[in-house]
């Protein structure tokens, strides 16, 4: 069914001889993530040690996670690559496309209706051409890769930013674009730039109430969320190894929080216990015999600032439970009176309206256990909860397990609504509003990782802060933002003062995981007589037409938007109700950069059409220049693109007619969307260029014909009142990458080297 022995095995058959030439090329001990990506170069024996943080170098994963929001146009571009079967083992979790509303059995039949034609596409085109489907309901990507697929020192890849959370099981899993993931499946390598390497010693051993969740809030206070960028995170020390496999897998996941390439712990026991649990102890015998090659060589853990290029130190008995937030997830605060200061200061509200606990960050049997411990606790000391609850499990295994243990009975008679095993209210998929727009200032507290404005309900106003679950459920139970559970009383049903003891539970379940149907379809052995039906006036799902290179000329461009502060890939595409639209192009770029806030007059989705004079909404505005033919060029802030791996954020302006982006910086996902759709993803050389673009502008690129690696391009910014200006602009194309370029689409060259 699921995972894959034998391929897991021909991974360790390769990585002593493979790791010991690369310690002999490197010239010094190897950390785990240098290991696990020397074992996975697609040539193969380590010839030459890379420079972290400038050489590309082509790896080879050993498998590839799609999620249903991001897989449509994934294997939409597939299909174009003229290949009869996906040449890694692949799989698709429908886990996107089910909003939360009323509670897991219906929201799970309306999904099932409202979405069925792209299901029906997604588990025909599986079929097709090999790939294991996970049906909707059966939980979310991250969590079902975590209990089937990972395993530790493999490499993957995965359409959706948080597969970084297989880390938690000691794997190099990165978070990529559809078209990154449609090389792989094409058979090619996968390229990347060998990332830096950030080492995170956890000393001290969690107690109380900190949680894993706590140590990655602590991170991203201290990195903020561009400190990761370009870099794995890898975690060591005894703190480390005290923790769970799943309370891993949660400060993994949030690595993307911080822009981090991915996040690792080395093989230790709490992994072997947790793949002996998930019914893989072939995995964990075969891990044990290589076990010194799942770890860092014994040099590097200790003497860390030798061998990486940054150290961070977490004592984890000084940590204090922290809730992050609001609208970013790097913005940290200790639970009590220090919250009430800057929640009074900044006008945060204070009484919070919902506690949600879940996602793929914090869904695993241990989370709910701790979690359900506290809710236990109001029931048996008459505490009525003051916020709404609302639950939903990672996996069908971990809600089965749940059930059947008494967990979520347990939030049930606290009168939370159990959701579906799926994203939710995590991504917008949350109806909790008829007008979210119009909807009042709140404050909720969640479990999640994400936090951006409107990521989970639509409503610009909910200001939602991320705690640990056990904190989460505390919160929610006392409805007060600032609750201290360490010292704060409550008032209960019978008047008296009463108070939270610490929370308790199982990192696993004792009477072991047990699901009936976990909802997995597999492909058939020749799907070739497989057809895949996609309707010429469907409003969900498109075919798609190669993209026209751009040329080695481009002038007269129009500046469609300079994008002020923030502009993540939700302001660029975003998700919510939008999701529908995932799989037709042309529809979904109808959102395309309507969250961006205009430099100009700090307005979203108002911009100026430099041909008529008048304003509209970004991408009319941009279909207006399309229909004469004028190309256009988007500015931007620093880590313009940061957030999801979805290429849809480069696919739209693509679709539209943009040619450039033009930013301080890029999220490193997002960059390399723009060069794989044939874009041009440039840099100010001088950031305060950025301050030179007025409303008005016009772009010639004077030496585009020259476009090369290290090259920097020129580019002539013509203003309303016909002066100039010429700035230097940086990039990062590699050669290759410059083929993508010339070709119009990475996707371009794959078919065009096919034929
Ligand atoms: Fe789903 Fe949220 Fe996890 Fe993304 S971060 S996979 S939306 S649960």
New binding site residues.
């Given amino acids: 069914m699921a995972f894959d022995i034998e391929m897991i095995k021909g991974v360790y058959s390769t990585m002593a001889e493979r790791v010991d030439k690369a310690r002999e090329v490197v010239g010094k001990p190897l950390t785990l993530s240098e290991k696990i990506l020397y074992n996975h170069l697609w040539d193969k024996t380590p010839t030459k040690a890379f420079v972290r943080g400038k050489d590309y170098v082509d790896f080879a994963p050993d498998r590839i996670a799609c ?1 249903d929001a991001t897989a449509q146009m994934a294997l939409l571009q597939f299909m174009q690559a003229g290949k009869p079967k996906v040449a890694v083992p692949t799989t698709v979790h429908c ?2 496309l089910i909003q939360a509303k009323e509670g897991a059995a219906k929201d799970l039949k309306q999904a099932n209706s409202v979405s069925s034609e792209v299901f029906n596409f997604l588990e025909s085109v599986s079929n097709k051409y090999g790939i294991g489907f996970w049906k909707p309901g059966a939980g ?3 969590q079902v890769v975590l209990e089937n697929y990972a395993f530790p020192g493999g490499m993957m890849i995965g359409t ?3 597969t970084v959370n297989a880390g938690g099981l000691g794997m190099v899993a990165i978070g990529v674009g559809g078209a990154d993931a449609v090389d792989v499946m094409a058979g090619m390598a996968w390229e990347l730039k060998f990332p830096k390497l950030i080492g995170v010693k956890l000393t001290g051993k969690l107690s109380g109430w900190t949680a894993p969740k706590d140590v990655i809030l602590k991170v991203a206070e201290i990195l903020t969320v561009k400190g990761g960028t370009g870099a794995i995170v890898e975690y060591f020390g005894p703190g480390a190894t005290s923790m769970s496999c799943t309370g891993k897998g949660t400060i993994c ?1 949030m690595g993307a929080e911080i822009g981090a390439t991915t996040s690792t712990f080395g093989y230790d026991e709490s992994m072997e216990r947790y793949l002996k649990a998930t019914d893989r102890v072939d995995v964990a015998e075969a891990a044990n015999k290589v076990k010194d090659y799942l770890t860092a060589d014994p040099e590097v853990y200790a003497n860390p600032e030798q061998y990486f290029d940054q150290v961070i130190e977490i004592n984890l008995s000084e940590l204090t439970p922290l809730l992050n937030g609001p609208f970013t997830p790097d913005l940290s605060t200790p639970a009590g009176s220090e919250m009430t200061k800057k929640a009074t200061d900044n006008d945060w509200p204070l009484k919070v309206e919902w506690g949600l606990i879940g ?3 914090n869904s695993s049997y241990e989370d709910l256990s701790r979690a359900s411990s506290i809710a236990q606790q109001a029931l048996d000391k008459k505490l009525k909860t003051k916020a709404e609850f609302g639950i939903n499990p990672g996996s069908e295994q971990v809600r089965y397990t749940a059930e059947r243990d008494g967990i979520l009975k347990v939030f049930e008679d606290l009168d939370a609504t159990i959701f579906t095993n799926a ?1 939710g209210p ?2 917008g998929q949350w109806a909790r509003y008829s007008d979210p727009k119009n909807a009042p200032k709140n404050s909720i507290v969640h479990s ?3 936090n951006f404005a409107k990521r989970a309900d639509g409503n610009p106003n909910t200001h939602a802060f991320v705690a640990s679950p056990e904190l989460t459920a505390a919160i929610a139970i006392s409805g007060k933002l600032d609750f201290n559970p360490l010292t704060d009383k409550l008032i209960n049903e019978d008047g008296e003062e009463v108070m939270f003891d610490e929370p308790t539970g199982w990192e696993l379940p004792p009477k072991g995981f047990e699901v009936k149907e976990n909802g997995y379809l597999a492909p058939k052995e020749d799907g070739s007589n497989v057809d895949v039906v996609v309707a010429s006036d469907s409003e969900r799902l498109q075919l798609l037409t190669p993209f026209e290179p751009l040329g080695d000329s481009i002038t007269g461009a129009k500046l469609l938007i300079k994008a002020f502060g923030k502009c993540t890939t939700d302001h660029i595409s975003m998700a919510g109700p939008w999701l529908r639209f995932r799989g037709h192009l042309d529809n979904i770029a109808n959102n395309t950069l309507i969250g961006a806030v205009n430099a100009f007059n700090k307005k979203t989705n108002f911009v100026k059409n430099q041909l008529t004079g008048d304003y509209g909404g970004v991408p009319d505005v941009q279909r207006a220049y399309k229909a004469e033919g004028i190309k256009t060029v988007v500015v931007g802030d620093h880590n313009y693109g940061e957030g ?1 791996s979805r290429e849809h954020a480069a696919m739209q302006p693509r679709h539209l007619g943009v040619a450039a982006v033009i930013v301080k910086s890029f999220a490193r996902i997002h960059e390399t969307n723009l060069k794989k759709q044939g874009m041009l993803g440039l840099t100010f050389d001088n950031e305060s260029d950025y301050d030179l673009i007025q409303e008005d502008d016009t772009f010639n690129f004077l030496d585009l014909n020259e476009f090369a690696p290290d090259k920097q391009l020129t580019l002539e910014v013509v203003h309303a009142d016909g002066s100039k200006d010429t700035i230097k602009l940086n990039h990062t194309y590699n050669e290759a990458q410059i083929d993508w370029y010339k070709e119009g689409s990475a996707l371009n060259l794959i078919k065009k080297q096919n034929a």
Avoid: G
């Fill in positions: 999620q886990d996107h979310i990507i991250h959706d930013s948080h996941n996602s793929c960050t994203c995590c991504i999640f990782n994400r999801s």
